[in-house]
């Protein structure tokens, strides 16, 4: 029996079309073949754009091996550092130049595809670049976002162009975007009515219920959401309330790295390495002089991980009304990542 | 060099690549596969579809036979269910509505080959005529908040069978995408008295830059701000807020705009898959003044990827301008 549900934050609805259900056998894994040299891999630092951090062995330096973990700069940035924000207008529209900044962050100074291949020491270690290249960010006025993404195994442009090797993107941009502002309005109005966090909300109501957790440990819950837009989508929220990714406490690297891994490693396992895209859903930069539109942010946001595994296309429908139709109930979804068998000697 | 561009209805950003802009030529088209399953569309075939709905251009035979020029059926598989409920219920702090809605394919021509682009005029009307017959009916049942026509063609747009066909989905509730149009209006008719489609469409008569194709009652243009390389739309030029308000006489000019706009983006871009949606004014909105429907034709050649999922800030590699003049200098006789 279809049914339409409501995202309790932004409202978006979904379909959840049993009509059309797919198991997980029927999504089939793309195939991508490597035809180009990784010029991500340790040794290789003079082909990528410059260094910008690297948790590195003492005495290396900048741009040379031994390092662990390193963040560069996009040799095809989408928005880059050399250009003015001014903003300009031509009749009823609006123009501005692109300032902004495009990193990479490479995952492993060896040739792994996925982040799940790590150690959960070594993705600790990812943790701490991530959040370190976030609060570097929120110190340049020019910026107002970063977004902190990963495209896995999504083939775009042409096949010789694909590299496997594992590692996120970092995007700044000079003004907070759209879908940002939905969300950040529609948590400040719940909190508004409530004087509750939507999120913290969401946690007890998903404890309560059970269906839809995948994972769980003493800081951080894993869920499939219950108006899941995607076949298979994730959030990883932590239980303790925070608007911040870039603040987390090092003491929960440990944590979060287990539950990543863990996620990453079922998801790999039930539905055959699918492409996938994880975006960390992050409280905006807040600049001093413009307090007064992020008042209560820090107590109506709570940051959160959403993976999304790419198995259908958005066709005329999802583009047409923005509601996206969903062939796998998150409870069943839920229910078989959960009792996915992974390997014990991963962690 | 980037530059960023502002929707002037979502208020959505872009950001376009004019430094290093993408060519025509230089997107990669997958190529279209054909099955070797029977096709349930194809004429003689009626049986394999639930039974008909409309039919245009039957000249004889009974009801599901196969003598037909356009034919309505309800979708075997359908996102939502005419029998379902419209309850709605809450679950703590979660809302739910039951499936209802209409889920039916126009399958646009008996021929398994012939594309929207390769019809006579004549015939795209009678497809834009079923269109409209079809939501002129469900607008009868209150249920129906929304009602969306639209094509997915080519795999990688969504199309699951290759026969030419387009679907309509009818809706128990008012899409965020759709709101999210009628609120950009609605502001902008505040501010200013006017219609912004109508500013849009004034405003590129004297500036000519986006303009892709037009006649007496349609523009075909790409939008300033488009999301997409070689994003469309086509807009009637005078004020009109619903699709199902289009009369008969129109119906050939909008053939041949949207036509014209198939033709030249098949040509150009060697037969891309791609979307096409038509944006209306939902049931009982009182927003006739500030709302102006539109056709959106969204060509598949990039993939969204995690930076546009998160933040809803698309990368537009070819400038709208530059996909204007490509596809505005395509020629085709006779139309």
């Known amino acids: 029996m279809p049914e339409l549900r409501r995202d309790p934050v932004v409202g978006y609805w979904t379909i959840i079309s049993t009509e059309r259900s797919r198991r997980p056998v029927e999504f089939s894994a793309a195939d991508i073949k490597e035809e180009r040299p990784c010029p991500f891999c340790e040794g290789k630092e003079d082909e990528t754009g410059g260094e910008v951090t690297a948790i590195r062995e003492p005495g290396t330096l900048p741009n040379s091996p031994g390092w662990l973990v390193r963040a560069i700069l996009s040799k095809l940035p989408i928005l880059s550092l050399d250009q003015g924000s001014n903003r300009t207008g031509r009749g009823i529209y609006d123009l501005m130049e692109g300032v902004g900044t495009h990193e990479l962050i490479i995952e492993s100074p060896k040739h792994k595809h996925d982040l799940d291949e790590l150690g959960v020491s070594e993705i600790e270690k990812v943790i701490q670049v991530y959040t370190h290249r976030l609060n570097a960010l929120e110190k340049d006025p020019r910026f107002k976002y970063a977004l902190l993404f990963k495209n896995h195994g999504l083939i775009s442009g042409s096949a010789s162009d694909v590299i496997r090797h594992t590692r996120s993107q970092l995007i700044a941009t000079p003004i907070t975007p759209k879908r940002v502002k939905e969300e950040l309005q529609a948590a400040q109005s719940y909190f508004e009515r409530r004087e509750r966090c939507v999120f913290c909300d969401v946690l007890r109501r998903e404890r309560e219920e059970g269906s839809r957790i995948v994972a769980e440990n003493d800081a951080f819950l894993a869920f499939c959401p219950f108006a899941s837009r995607s076949p298979f989508e994730v959030w990883i929220l932590p239980k303790k309330h925070c608007a911040d990714f870039g603040k987390l406490a090092p003491e929960y690297f440990p944590a979060f790295a287990f539950v990543l891994k863990e996620c990453l490693l079922r998801i790999k396992t039930l539905l055959n390495d699918p492409p996938f895209n994880f975006i960390f859903h992050t409280a905006p930069f807040r600049h001093k002089k413009k307090a007064v539109y992020w008042k209560t942010i820090e107590e109506d946001y709570h940051w959160y991980l959403q993976i999304s595994p790419r198995l259908t296309h958005d066709a005329g429908f999802e583009w047409g009304t923005g509601i996206h139709i969903n062939p796998t109930p998150p409870e069943d979804a839920a229910h078989l990542l959960k009792e996915t068998e992974i390997p014990k000697e991963s962690f | ?335």
């Open chain 2, 1 to 335: 060099m980037a530059q960023l561009r502002k929707d002037p209805i979502t208020s959505r950003w872009i950001i376009v690549n004019t430094e290093n802009p993408k060519r025509p030529d230089e997107f990669q088209v997958e190529p279209h596969t054909q099955s070797t399953k029977v096709c349930p569309f194809c004429p003689g075939n009626e049986a394999m579809t639930p039974p008909e709905i409309l039919v245009h251009g039957r000249r004889s035979g009974a009801k599901n036979t196969s003598s037909w020029l356009v034919r309505v059926v309800p979708n075997k598989f359908p996102a939502l269910r005419i029998e379902e409920s419209t309850e709605k219920a809450g679950i703590g702090i979660y809302e739910k509505v039951g499936g209802f809605g209409a889920h039916e394919v126009i399958i646009e021509n008996p021929d398994h080959n012939k594309q929207l682009a390769d019809l006579p005029l004549d015939h795209v009307e009678l497809v834009f005529k079923a269109f409209r017959d079809r939501c002129l009916d469900l607008r009868k049942d209150p249920r129906f908040k929304y009602i969306l026509i639209f094509k997915n063609y080519g795999s990688s747009a969504g199309a699951s069978l290759e026969h030419p066909h387009s679907q309509l989905i009818g809706l128990p509730i008012v899409p965020s995408r759709v709101l999210g149009e009628i609120r950009g209006s609605t502001s902008y008719h505040e501010a200013s008295d006017r219609c912004i489609y109508c500013d849009i469409i004034s405003q590129e008569r004297s500036e000519k830059k986006l303009t892709v194709f037009e006649n007496d009652e349609f523009v075909s243009l790409c939008p300033f701000a488009s999301r997409f390389p070689f994003e469309n739309c086509i807009l009637p030029k005078n004020h009109q807020s619903s699709f199902d308000a289009v009369e008969d006489r129109s119906l050939h000019a909008l053939a041949q705009a949207l036509k014209a706009t198939l033709v030249k983006i098949k040509k150009v871009l060697k037969d891309p898959a791609f979307n096409f949606m038509i944006h209306t004014i939902p049931m009982y909105s009182k927003e006739f003044e500030t709302y102006h429907w539109h056709v959106e034709i969204i060509p598949q050649l990039t993939r969204v990827a995690g930076f546009e999922l998160g933040t809803g800030f698309y990368v537009n590699p070819t400038p709208p301008e530059m996909a204007a003049e490509a596809l505005r200098c395509v020629t085709i006789p006779g139309l």
